[in-house]
DNA sequence: CCAAAAGTGTTCTATGTACACCCATGC
DNA sequence: GCATGGGTGTACATAGAACACTTTTGG
């Protein structure tokens, strides 16, 4: 992503436009992000959100889409425009603009080989590598949308399987926000906003099996303006 | 802005990037916004949102914020990233690619005569003409995040003069949320927000003199997480 | 029978909501 | 002195927070 020659074919004409994902996962218990290692002349460890250039055929959202498919092999992940960067001194040899999506994907879901292809790797968001440009930046905003969002709507369960425990998804809650929440408290207001249902499935480990739940694919997307959380 | 020749003037090897302002204002007691008359091949009373073509010298920002002042004469508005729009079938000549924000203008300040020469008009938001291809969904958008933010931050301000009474203040959040709002728990509630304060002044006019608040340049720019209104 | 995780209600506190009258000024 | 908008407090309802014990399974 970082080869002028490339991008400055225009002549400088105009911006250059790129799309950037910012994704997001659980990976041991903890915030994974997926980051590529900078391809531009720096020191080894550099480290970049992903992106392509865009793509004139199709959308912004199309592009994203389809990076999410051949990276991750997800069909269907949570996929939001975050904010489009586009400061001058952005970057050092040619004016960017970077159309930045995030997105969530599910702990048991990224094909290894798609990922290894992309040269993707998995860091947990409080122990990022160094990064080109403004892309912590982009990273830490990313960052705060996401556990805004999750106190106001419902996203948590996108980074879960289909099917859940009511612990599962309060751990995913915890992880995010950073906080403990209240066992009681938690179950009764997700179960009191709708947006998941019980399956007949319980799943058996250590202790007592736990009831599985899944996402009521009818329920609205956005629980409105009603903070869950904390 | 619909002069397909000047903008594929790069033979399509990219998107075409400009951005766009939704500019809000107060007039006659209703929520207003600025609109440009459609340049394109249209019948006669189609109108878009204002806009110019991005500058490769400036950051986006900038190009909105200059725009700003040289239609309005604003030094000072409040200026927000709406969202980036991108859909390929947006423009039936070339791919577009338009970076929206929204502003602010307070009541008594847009300037005339550089209104009359960028040719902007102003129209109730509930009665705005037709709009050439996806503008009225980016003016519905805009409607609905202006809400939304007014609700739980405190931009209210910004739409009204440097000095204000709270009745006026008030009123302003009954035009935009549409709603009438209880007088005492209103007062109540902004103040203890803190993020107006009174000033020595008073306003005459029919009835009892109103005190003058002004906004506290020192406030946190976003009340955090907490629902203001109603 | 013990360890480990699942599941379940109630009390208290804080926040939001509804509501009606007196005050200061200009004419 | 009266019309006009400015200004003020309290009681009630609702939502959020704090809190501990019983249940079900596997080993």
Redesign the interface.
């Known amino acids: 992503m970082n080869k002028p020659d490339k991008f400055t074919?225009?002549e400088?004409?105009?911006?250059?436009?790129e799309i950037r994902l910012v994704i997001f996962t659980l990976k041991d218990n903890q915030l994974g992000v997926f980051l590529s290692p900078s391809t531009g002349p720096h020191p080894s460890d550099v480290w970049e959100i992903p992106g392509v250039p865009?793509n004139?055929?199709?959308?912004?959202?199309?592009t994203a889409t389809q990076y999410l498919t051949r990276t991750m092999g997800m069909e269907e992940a949570y996929l939001e425009?975050l904010?489009?960067y586009?400061?001058?001194d952005r970057h050092p040899d040619y004016?960017l603009?970077s159309?930045v999506y995030f997105a969530l994907i599910p702990a048991d879901a990224s094909q290894q080989e798609l990922r290894k292809r992309a040269s993707l790797r998995c860091f947990p968001v409080n122990a990022v590598p160094g990064m080109v440009m403004d892309h912590k930046l982009i990273l830490d905003y990313a960052l705060r949308r996401l556990r805004?969002k999750l106190?106001y709507s419902a996203v948590g369960f996108e980074l879960l399987p289909e099917t859940f425990t009511l612990s599962e998804l309060q751990n995913t809650y915890e992880i995010i926000l950073g906080v403990n929440l209240d066992k009681r408290n938690f179950r009764r207001r997700i179960l009191e906003a709708g947006i998941i249902e019980s399956t007949p499935h319980r799943r058996s480990g250590e202790g007592r099996p736990a009831q599985l739940y899944r996402y009521r694919p009818d329920a609205i997307a956005e629980v409105k303006?009603r903070?869950l959380f904390p």
């Open positions: 074919a225009t400088k004409l105009q911006h250059t436009l865009s004139i055929e199709k959308s912004l959202e199309e425009q904010y489009t586009g400061d001058s004016p603009v159309v805004y106190e303006a903070r």
